[in-house]
């Protein structure tokens, strides 16, 4: 591969060149979502991210084999593993069939992903499919000393892992941190130590979700299901483990303890997360109302949202960020990226009506260039879609007649187009959002009425009815007043 791609490393907390373990292939997982509610915003920024990084490495000519999990048991409402499993909890709510639930709203997220162009995984295992495999990781750390049993449940030990090995490598935690964070609440007189986390839970008589095993019928935790899919599916080595920077504790250091106290190495070679978004500068969360699902997005209905917004909106819009830096939603910002997009699919459209001269004027060739250069230093996806913008003013030039193009740089920068906007940033053509028709709609209604106010200063009232009437026939209502015309639709 001539290119050289930097991807920073959030182990080594630096970019580092990308060199697969088994080139031309490559493994990466990603932590997907947990299915018992609607996907929101904060689904679509990890999708997306690496959605383009899987977009990416395939268009590098490399072998992809994308995991993205479905995690559809062992949740529990509390990261320090309280609470009532979540899925488990929405089935009782709604007197539901768990898997019913989990079923529903996977397909859900399929949904929202397919309309965000989100290219399905090649993989997608369900945590409830893989308890055995679980089982045999939970087996693997008991027998290396690193977990214990407790009351039917099994515990990684922490304390125990720490002495050997170097707990919170990932997050920069140390154990002292950890334990000074951790609360000892209710029930958990069964750990030895407020840091360790659960690998097997034992199920209380009432919940619904549980599996025999050698401790107790019960159900594993949550840390416990990508370490055993990651390892069945890419190998106890591969190259890239991705998922939201919120992950990164407990959920991937606890993968990184789970494998080197199974295994005794490290699994993944590459960590990669992706920041968090902010809603109007706040956090996103139920408790602050700004809690707002793609559906809501897309159809405008949430009380925050000004008008509906597009998902290639929302796509250009993760993009204009780097993966790496805060995200924050607003309808100013939401509106500047659809005119943005506008702008950018108008340049494409704007190629074809291009008519080639004998030379050229105007240099196709760096346009390509610098958007890789741009791609291959950690996806860095603000700055090509600036290079686009580059391009896209060329474009208007060139229509203008202020530039020319020959026919074979003409081709080059159709293909730098194509392949940016959509095969790498995975940007589609949509039809335009409907509060866009609905204002140029508006505009036409405008100019009829200006024709008919022309009609009736010139005495024409023959016209001026004849535009009267049937804008009323077609549920237009006409009011004429001292400050001019006004007129409603009544549908
Ligand atoms: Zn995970």
């Known amino acids: 591969m001539e290119h050289q791609l930097l991807i920073y490393n959030t182990l080594s907390r630096t970019k580092e060149v990308f060199k697969p373990l088994h080139a031309p292939h490559v493994g990466m997982y ?71 639930v989990a079923q529903y709203y996977t397909n859900r997220y399929h949904e929202a992903m397919d309309a965000l162009n989100v290219l399905r995984p090649s993989i997608e295992p369900q945590a ?179 008008q509906a917004y597009t998902p290639m909106t929302i796509r250009f819009f993760t993009l204009q960020a780097h993966y790496r830096s805060t995200v924050d939603f607003g309808n ?25 001269a004998k030379a050229s004027t105007v240099d196709v060739k760096s346009l390509r260039e610098k958007c890789y250069e741009a791609m291959d230093d950690d996806l860095n996806t603000p700055i090509v879609i600036a290079h686009l913008f580059e391009g896209a003013k060329m474009v208007n030039n060139l229509l203008a007649g202020n530039d020319t193009i020959t026919a074979e740089d003409l081709k080059e920068l159709k293909d730098t187009f194509h392949l940016f906007c959509f095969d790498i940033l995975g940007l589609k053509a949509e039809a335009a959002s409907n509060a866009a028709r609905e204002e140029a709609f508006g505009h036409v209604v405008d100019m009829l009425l200006e024709e008919r106010a022309k009609a009736k200063a010139n005495k024409d009232w023959t016209t001026s009815d004849k535009i009267r009437n049937e804008l009323t026939a077609l549920g237009f209502e006409i009011k004429d007043g001292k400050e001019g015309t006004e007129w409603k639709l009544n549908k």
């Open 332 to 356: 100013e910002a939401l509106k500047a990226a659809e005119k943005g997009l506008a702008r950018l699919m108008d340049a494409v459209s704007g190629l074809e009506r291009i008519t080639p």
């Open 128 to 306: 409830s499919g893989h308890i055995i495999e679980q089982i045999e990781l939970v087996e693997e750390i008991l027998k290396n000393g690193y977990a214990y049993e407790s009351q039917g449940s099994v515990y990684f030990d922490v304390a125990k892992y720490n002495k050997d090995h170097h707990y919170g490598k990932l997050s920069g935690r140390n154990l002292d941190d950890v334990l000074n964070t951790s609360r000892q609440l209710d029930g958990q007189e069964e750990k030895h130590n407020p840091a360790d986390f659960a690998l097997w839970k034992k199920a209380q008589p009432e919940h619904i979700m549980r599996w025999p095993s050698p401790w107790s019928d019960g159900f594993p935790g949550w840390h416990c299901e990508c370490t055993a899919m990651g390892r069945k599916y890419l190998g106890a080595h591969f190259d890239i483990h991705g998922g939201g920077i919120d992950l990164i504790f407990p959920h991937h250091e606890c993968e990184i303890a789970q494998s080197v106290a199974s295994q005794g190495d490290d699994m993944v070679h590459y960590w990669m997360h992706n920041n968090m978004l902010t809603v109007n500068g706040q956090k996103m969360g139920k408790s602050y109302n700004n809690f707002i699902t793609l559906e809501e997005l897309f159809n405008g209905t949430h009380p925050l949202l000004e």
């Open 30 to 100: 990603v932590c997907g979502p947990t299915v018992y509610g609607d996907p929101h915003l904060g689904h679509a920024r990890p999708a997306i991210t690496f959605d383009l990084l899987f977009r990416y490495l395939k268009h590098l000519g490399y072998k992809v084999r994308y995991v993205r999990n479905i995690t559809d048991v062992g949740h529990l409402e509390h990261d320090a593993d309280e609470g009532e499993d979540k899925i488990a909890k929405k089935a009782r709510l709604e007197q539901l069939e768990p898997m019913e």
